[in-house]
């Protein structure tokens, strides 16, 4: 059977629909990326083209095809401690709380496949131990938190992980499950994963000391990336810290935060 192709037309209307359901700029140029992606999707449905697809999303005859062809077009990327210099922050703020025997409550915005959470989770385990601490990672798709809450991972996305901390909170996969890893129960059962859309009014989930929010504004225009960021501010504690990531920047999005260091930010 040959590969059905996306037309300029179809591309663009599938543009449009990540933009309204997401909030995603998709950039010109990425049909093999939209058609390689939903080629399958088609397939399931017995669907002749992209445009017949579309018009199936669009009915809303079927909710739950909706977020799959979300999850689809949404790129997850990343790996164990990306951004050092983020960690090392955010260990100072978990010794300044234990010294001050308050909870630490820190969310991952866009947390993707969950190494980003993981990671926060060994920092503030490390220094708080049993004491009080939440860690909250949130995503548009469920087929990464899916993947996310199951801690299971190739071990090459570990290269960057403290040797320390790979002994400590994962576990080694054998025979069939060999160069994986696992995080291990304890430090699985204090993470909490959530499906939530930035780009919609957030459910209440409470306040919090640090917020990451690394690596997803490139995927939108600048409008959407100034309500976004409004939106997790209203949930940031004075004093809190913002983490973006270090090819990003919030000018012209936001103007009350001050700059700490390049991809650090605190509200007043």
């Known amino acids: 059977m040959s590969a059905i192709l996306i037309t300029d037309r179809e591309f663009s209307q599938f543009q449009r629909f990540i933009y309204e359901a997401a909030g995603i700029s998709m950039a010109n140029g990425k049909q093999a ?11 399931h449905h017995q669907l002749g ?9 669009e009915s809303r005859s079927q909710p739950e095809e909706l977020q799959v062809a979300v999850d689809l077009l949404t790129t997850n990327e990343t790996y164990f401690f990306r951004e050092p210099k983020h960690f090392a922050l955010l260990r100072e703020l978990a010794l300044e709380a234990r010294a001050a025997q308050r909870t630490l409550r820190v969310w991952s915005g866009a947390c993707s496949s969950g190494e980003e959470t993981y990671s926060i989770a060994m920092v503030l ?29 190739p071990m090459e996305r570990a290269s960057q ?9 994962c576990l080694k996969g054998q025979d069939s499950q060999s ?25 209440r989930i409470g306040s919090f000391d640090v917020i990451f929010l690394r690596n997803v504004m490139i995927y939108f225009n600048l409008d959407t990336k100034r309500q976004v960021v409004a939106r997790l501010l209203a949930q940031l504690r004075p004093g809190g ?19 700490v260091a390049p991809s650090i930010y605190r509200k007043p």
């Not at 129960?185 to 459910?203: G, K, S, Y």
């Open 33 to 43: 990326l939209v058609s390689g992606r939903l080629a399958r999707r088609l397939a």
């Open 49 to 57: 083209n992209y445009g017949d697809y579309l018009r199936l999303l």
């Open 125 to 153: 385990a490390d220094v708080l131990g049993d004491a009080p601490w939440e860690v909250l990672g949130t995503d548009i798709s469920t087929r990464v938190l899916a993947r996310a809450r199951t801690g299971h991972y």
């Open 161 to 169: 992980m403290p040797p320390a901390y790979l002994k400590r909170f």
């Open 179 to 203: 160069g994986t890893m696992l995080i291990e129960r304890a430090l699985r059962a204090r993470v909490q994963f959530q499906h939530l859309n930035l780009d919609q009014t957030l459910p």
């Open 241 to 259: 810290y913002f983490l973006i990531g270090h090819s990003e920047s919030l000018n012209d999005i936001c103007d009350t935060l001050v700059p």
